[in-house]
Every structure is written in structure tokens, then in C-alpha cells.
């Protein structure tokens, strides 16, 4: 599937024809979707760290960025903002949070009419 959806853009591409549309479906569909397709496709190990990040990326947007429930609403300074969230968060190998660390504030842009775009394939 993903190669032919990959072949209908080279082709659009090719003839100047490339559809771009938001993409607003909602990030807990995705990543349940992701977490189904993650077994199939990596070993047991790899599946239990990418849980292990998504179930972490839940938590802090639960958090810090309560508003963002549509794919389309990620950006990179909410992923940077993550990225800061979680080095400065301590975790146990188990990844439960301890009481030690500490989180920065975080500040969601919502931004009307802020680009929330994928590229269609027809």
C-alpha cells in the first residue's frame, strides 16, 4: 500500500499535480494505529521502547499541551518542547516517573490558521 501511495506522488509530482490537504485525524487514532503496526514490523524490543515513548508523549501532552488532540496540531516547537520535558524528566527503567525533576512550563501555540498539512495521494 504505502508503495503505491508512493508511486501516485512521484507521478502527480511529475506532472506538477501535488495536492496538499490537512491532515486532521485524531492523534490517538494514529498512534493506536502505530502501536497495532509496530509488533509486525520490529522485534519485541524495539516494540516495548516505541510503547514506551508514545505512553511518555501521552503523559506529557496530558500535561503540558491538553489542547492538542489532532494530529495536524503537532509542530516542531511542541516536539522540542517535549524533548526538553523529557531531559529534564527522571524516569526509572521501568518508566515510571520518580518524584525528582522537574518539568518547564510549556506553552501550546494555537494559532489560528496554522499550516496543518499532509500530502494527499488520489
Given at each position: ?78 516536539f522540542e518542547q517535549y ?40
Amino acid at each position: 500500500m504505502a508503495e503505491l501511495t508512493l508511486k501516485n506522488i512521484e507521478v502527480r509530482l511529475s506532472q506538477n499535480d501535488l495536492t496538499v490537504v490537512p491532515n486532521d485525524e485524531p492523534l490517538e487514532t494514529f498512534l493506536e494505529a502505530f502501536v497495532e503496526y509496530t509488533p509486525t514490523n520490529n522485534s519485541p524490543a524495539t516494540y516495548r521502547r516505541y510503547t514506551a515513548v508514545i505512553d511518555h508523549f501521552k503523559r506529557f501532552l496530558r500535561e503540558r499541551a491538553p489542547t492538542v488532540r489532532r494530529l495536524c496540531q503537532l509542530s516542531p516547537h511542541l516536539f522540542e518542547q517535549y524533548k526538553t520535558w523529557r531531559r529534564d524528566s527522571t524516569v526509572t527503567p521501568n518508566g515510571r516517573q520518580t518524584k525528582k525533576g522537574s518539568h518547564p512550563k510549556t506553552v501550546v501555540d494555537d494559532v489560528p490558521g496554522r499550516a496543518c498539512l499532509t500530502l494527499s495521494a488520489k
